[in-house]
Structures are given as structure tokens and as C-alpha cells.
């Protein structure tokens, strides 16, 4: 009878189960805060978020820019539509060949040239709008740097004074 059990399927048992189990009480406010910081660690269970955060282990911070994403949402879709002209444009030039006489087609040609030359001004205007937009979040990056480490020596200066009242 112990034998069938022990044949028994299933998953296979942990080295080190973690069988101890604490409550902690937030108030209001705390969990709001808690909630936060969870949310922009980017960790996918809570229990494994406080017991990196409890234990000093390092975890990153993840902070996704609203209007970033739109942007490049936006943008790709341009590029689609983009793909999708071209593909339009010989498909055009190709039936103006074929159906109309050559200065019927030279006419409407030069029309769809004049809209082709107010796609490439578009699309310049475009990637000079996403430079702009790469030095600016490189910009606020660099201050965010500065700001960081700042903030750390703070940190530290903090703690060798608390480490020299405690002595």
C-alpha cells in the first residue's frame, strides 16, 4: 500500500519549502504607498516583492511613459500607412499607364507627385520630431542621473552619522 503512494504522480516535493508565514497590517496610507512601489517594481507576486525589498535584494523600478508609448504607437501606425502608399503609388502608375493617354496621365502624375513631395516633407517633419524627442529623454535622463547620485550620497552620509550615534 506505501508502495502505490510512493509511485504516485504529481510534482515533485521542494528542497526548501517555505513553510513559515507572517501577516503584516498596513494602514490607509501604507498600502496605497505599498501598492505603488509594487507596481513600478514590475515584480509579478507581492510576497516575492516584500521579500526582495525586506531583504535588501535589489529590484528595479519600472516607470512606462504614457505619452512615450502613444508616440511610438502613432508612429508605427504612420509607418503602416507609409508601406501601404507606396504599395498604393505603383499600383496608380501602373493603371495610369494602362488607361489613360500619356498626357491625361502626365497631368494626374504631376498631381500625385505634388502629394508624394507633401509625404516626404511629412515624414522629415517626423523624424526630426522623434530626434527632438530622443535628446530631450536623453537630457532628463543625465539630470535624473545626477539626481540619483546625489540622493545616494545623501543615503550615505545618513547612515555613517546614525552609525555614530549608535556608538
Known amino acids: 500500500m506505501s508502495e502505490k503512494r ?3 504522480g504529481g510534482r ?3 528542497l526548501d519549502p517555505a ?3 507572517y501577516t503584516v497590517r498596513f494602514s490607509e496610507e501604507e498600502h496605497n504607498r505599498f501598492l505603488s512601489m ?3 517594481s514590475g515584480v509579478y507576486a507581492k ?3 516584500l521579500k526582495a525589498h525586506f531583504f535588501g535584494q535589489p529590484f528595479k523600478v519600472l516607470k512606462v511613459d504614457k505619452t512615450l508609448v502613444d508616440y511610438y504607437t502613432k508612429l508605427s501606425d504612420f509607418h503602416a500607412q507609409f508601406r501601404a502608399i507606396g504599395t498604393n503609388y505603383n499600383q496608380v502608375v501602373k493603371e495610369l499607364r494602362l488607361h489613360f493617354s500619356e498626357k491625361k496621365a502626365m497631368a494626374l502624375l504631376y498631381k500625385l507627385e505634388q502629394q508624394t513631395v507633401e ?3 511629412l515624414s522629415r517633419k517626423i523624424v526630426e520630431l522623434s530626434r527632438e524627442l530622443k535628446e530631450q529623454r536623453e537630457q532628463s535622463q543625465t539630470c535624473l542621473d ?3 547620485s546625489r540622493l545616494k550620497k545623501g543615503e550615505t552620509q545618513l547612515e555613517a552619522k546614525w552609525s555614530q550615534k549608535s556608538v
Open 6 to 8: 510512493r509511485n504516485k
Open 12 to 14: 515533485n516535493p521542494k
Open 19 to 21: 513553510v513559515f508565514r
Open 38 to 40: 509594487f507596481e513600478k
Open 47 to 49: 510576497s516575492v516583492f
Open 119 to 121: 509625404l516626404v516633407k
Open 146 to 148: 545626477s539626481a540619483e
